[in-house]
């Protein structure tokens, strides 16, 4: 009782000051006002410069933050590469020892494969002062990474891209031949994995809320990244844990594209956008939702031309067509569901894939007359669902 008693007066003390706080700042507003100016355009004037001190401060700590993770990215894929290294067989270790004369060294950075952003690129005149006084010993050779078109360093973005890319050419190496290390050991710096996914997946959002055509190469290739990534267990882990989230509302992203585009020429973006949607149904972890977002799209639509078809009415043509693009989509994923080892263990049990199954042969009998192409492709869907099903019966069946 008495502890309550405290703490409401500490309360009523809190909104007291606020209160006093309010008035003082109003009172210095008023008597600072210039002579030429009324009280509401000073208040406002001052609101403004407040408010633009504000967006510089928030610019630079974002400049701040972006820095940070880069520098991040780069701890991280140092550590895992010296790992590679230094615990590998002695025959690499000694390869990985070897001096190096200026030649070769300048001809490996000009040409080392990987992407380089601006603040990694290096002048051939700097390379030559800095490698050319003496053949100097190597900690460990370049990194192995093929080069990647799709990364330019004018797109912010790159430097997410490059790092995701790397990350996963060194995860191949440690998982094959002589060069061994266990990851486990960096356990505390994978969080530059998921907040690089997370600032990947923001940049994807926003281009592809109004995507321009052609596409560059490199969001296709952020996609198949991500994918990738994903695919990973280790790594889907700590990706999904923070970006689960951004995923979904990336997915919706590329489904609200192929739906609501209503240009004249838009069948060549919602074939890209379609492609990116099955790219990531690729990865089996998440294939399912993927699937279940697209045939609920379906069922609406399904009951939508019921309702048209039994009250005679008009339709919109152009949703008509473009549920064409999710059928596609979908008849892709459930291939890759169908396609041995490949499950990702979607069933009867989601209610999406229920309710379609429910509603099949009556919504074809229905629809058959007036929606013919339509309800061909829903015949076609049920069709591979139930080839789905089997497949997973007979996968738990004899394992």
């Not at 600072?32 to 100016?37: C, E, G, I, Q, T």
């Not at 895992?80 to 001096?99: N, R």
């Not at 882990?237 to 609501?260: A, D, H």
């Not at 294939?287 to 609406?300: C, F, M, T």
Request: glycine share 4%.
């Amino acid at each position: 009782m008495v502890a309550a008693k405290e703490t409401k007066a500490k309360m009523d003390d809190q909104a007291s000051y606020l209160r006093t706080s309010k008035l003082a700042l109003a009172l210095a507003i008023i008597h600072s006002k210039p002579a030429d100016k009324s009280g509401r355009e000073h208040a406002e004037h001052l609101a403004r410069v407040v408010s633009g001190q504000e967006s510089k401060w928030r610019l630079k700590v974002e400049a701040l933050e972006a820095e940070v993770l880069q520098l991040r990215q780069k701890l991280l894929l140092s550590k895992i590469h010296s790992g590679l290294f230094d615990s590998g067989d002695p025959s690499t270790q000694l390869q990985a020892q070897e001096p190096r004369c200026s030649e070769n060294t300048l001809s490996l950075l000009e040409d080392s494969g990987c992407g380089l952003s601006n603040e990694q690129r290096t002048e051939p005149s700097e390379m030559s002062q800095h490698f050319g006084e003496s053949c100097t010993p190597t900690p460990f050779p370049p990194l192995p990474i093929v080069k990647r078109h799709g990364a330019t360093p004018e797109n912010p973005l790159s430097s997410h891209m490059q790092f995701l890319q790397h990350l996963l050419e060194l995860k191949n190496l440690t998982e094959s031949g002589s060069l061994k290390t266990d990851l486990s050991l960096f356990e505390n710096d994978y969080s530059a994995v998921s907040d690089s996914v997370f600032q990947l997946l923001d940049g994807l959002i926003a281009f592809y809320r109004k995507p321009k055509f052609p596409f560059s190469s490199f969001w296709t290739e952020a996609v198949d990244t991500l994918a990738r990534l994903i695919s990973d267990c280790n790594l889907s882990i700590r990706i999904l844990k923070k970006c689960s989230k951004k995923l979904e509302e990336f997915e919706k992203t590329l489904l609200q594209i192929i739906l609501r585009n209503n240009h004249i020429n838009r069948f060549q973006v919602q074939h890209c956008v379609s492609q990116c949607l099955v790219t990531l149904g690729s990865c089996s972890l998440l294939r399912k939702s993927i699937i279940s977002l697209l045939l609920s799209e379906v069922n609406i639509f399904a009951d939508d031309l019921g309702t048209i078809n039994q009250v005679q009415a008009s339709y919109d043509v152009t949703r008509y067509e473009n549920i064409f693009s999710l059928f596609w989509v979908l008849e892709q994923l459930l291939q890759k569901e169908t396609e041995k080892g490949n499950t990702s263990s979607i069933g009867h049990d989601d209610q999406e894939i229920k309710k379609f199954l429910q509603k099949h042969d009556e919504t074809i009998f229905q629809l058959s007359d007036a929606f013919p192409l339509f309800t061909f492709y829903l015949w076609r869907l049920g069709i591979l669902l139930n080839s789905v099903e089997r497949e997973t019966v007979e996968t738990n069946s004899f394992p």
